[in-house]
């Protein structure tokens, strides 16, 4: 049968599957096995030196089937030491432990040693991509940077990552400053509207910081999507490119819309802690045995929570979303106060319950105006993680080193049924491919 013809029995299949037979079949043909991998004739040089935005985007280069050589001096990365709770496991560190799949290592002092670099000049001639975090103009200085490595390799897709990009005077006053995680969330301008304490107001209401290295994350995704068009246009015209990430533009690109507010608005998001500054309601609240997550911006969204709520008295006082609007710090606490009151009365899973079977209701009437609140549960990582949900989509795996033991990693976040990504081993000691690598690439 074709392939045409394979798709065409599958989705036929779908259409007249049952429930629980439509999720099996969509897991089966999620499955990576036999399946092509996209970037198989992909070579990944990764020379990001003490950068997880370098080392996350080479992981995910690899888990789509690029050949990803981790090049490092011969004391390793200083990433590899990085850690929390000063844990690491026969000296490599759990975050380095987390990214090392499917990549080979070898070591090169590209910084110090100008025999090594003449060995990366030679590799990189049969490169497809290489990832560098090194400041600004070093690579260029050393004699093999994109300049000097393209001209050996019209094809080469050089991807930088440093905190401000290669140009600007800005880029050239802070080009020794390391590019990580919390400059960029600090440089960015966006730590400062997030804090908490509402009512303390300013200046007292402390800055935050997002999640655990978002900077870094952000600006590796960046760096794959980047790279991956370039790759595209690399296929189309046989012409590569230079990629200029900055990981202050990164940042502030994923959620730029705080900029927009100020440039509309004439003034700056202030800190509001658990306020939203847009949607309203929109955050966590809590109930008995811990917190909620509450999204109901819409006005009917809003009346249907309200009704949910045994609220609906106070309809009159908030009926229109202007005035939900929460730059008046005080209006919008004393509703938010007054949510509280009613889903301390609940349980977490309650409270989703009463919002499912409201929203189930309201689908099959035209009298409740289509108001969908969205109630979700405020998971901590070991009660997601005991989740069916990640089971099934195989979020979660069971990896192994022959050195390092057995531990769990996150991967394949993106499923696909033709080309999907995959783990196929985890392995990271310092050198382990020194010998493959000269033999596949340095030979003649």
């Known amino acids: 049968m074709s392939p ?8 036929t299949r779908h259409a007249s599957a049952r429930p629980s037979d439509l999720a099996k079949s969509l897991a089966e043909i999620m499955n990576p096995e036999g399946k092509a991998e996209v970037l198989d004739d992909v070579l990944v040089l990764d020379v990001s030196r003490n950068s997880f935005a370098g080392i996350s985007a080479a992981s995910i280069f690899a888990e789509f089937g690029a050949e990803v050589i981790k090049i490092e001096p011969p004391e390793g990365d200083p990433a590899r030491r990085i850690t929390p709770f000063g844990t690491h496991v026969k000296g490599v560190g759990i975050p380095f432990m987390f990214e090392a799949r499917n990549k080979r290592y070898m070591t090169l002092d590209i910084k110090d040693n100008e025999e090594d670099r003449k060995v990366f000049s030679k590799l990189a001639r049969k490169a497809t991509v290489i990832i560098e975090t090194f400041p600004a103009g070093d690579m260029d200085a050393w004699g093999i940077g994109y300049r000097q490595l393209s001209e050996q390799n019209p094809g080469l897709v050089y991807i930088a990552i440093t905190a401000y990009g290669q140009y600007t005077e800005k880029a050239k006053k802070f080009v020794r400053m390391p590019d990580v995680d919390i400059v960029s969330q600090a440089g960015s301008g966006l730590a400062a509207n997030m804090g908490d304490v509402p009512d303390a107001g300013e200046p007292y209401s402390w800055p935050l910081r997002a999640g655990l290295w978002a900077g870094w994350y952000i600006s590796g995704l960046s760096a794959v999507v980047g790279g991956t068009v370039a790759l595209i246009h690399r296929q189309n015209t046989g012409v590569g490119q230079m990629v200029d990430v900055a990981g202050m533009d990164a940042y502030s690109s994923m959620v730029g819309i705080p900029v927009s507010i100020g440039y509309t608005w004439h003034k700056a998001r202030p800190r509001i802690g658990i306020l939203d500054f847009i949607l309203y309601p929109y955050g966590h609240w809590k109930c008995k ?3 909620v997550a509450v999204a109901a911006p819409r006005d009917h969204d809003f009346r249907a929570l309200l ?6 008295e106070i309809e009159d006082d908030w009926r229109y979303s202007s005035d939900r609007i929460p730059d008046i710090l005080e209006q919008a606490t004393h509703l938010h106060k007054l949510i509280e009151n009613e889903t301390m009365k609940y349980t977490a899973d309650e409270l989703v319950g009463l919002a499912l079977n409201y929203s189930k209701k309201s689908a099959r009437s035209k009298w409740r105006g289509g ?11 070991e009660t997601a993680l005991e989740n069916p949900q990640w089971h099934v989509r195989k979020s979660f795996q069971d990896v192994e080193d022959k050195n390092l033991g057995k531990y769990k990693i996150s991967a394949n976040f993106t499923k696909m049924s033709e080309s999907p990504p995959r783990i196929k081993w985890v392995s990271c000691d310092i050198g382990q491919d020194n010998d493959y690598v000269r033999e596949k690439y340095l030979k003649d």
């Open 4 to 11: 045409n013809g394979q798709k065409e029995e599958i989705y």
């Open 289 to 291: 045995d811990g917190f």
């Open 307 to 312: 009704k949910i709520l045994g609220l609906w």
């Open 371 to 381: 108001g969908v609140p969205i109630v979700m549960k405020l998971m901590t990582p």
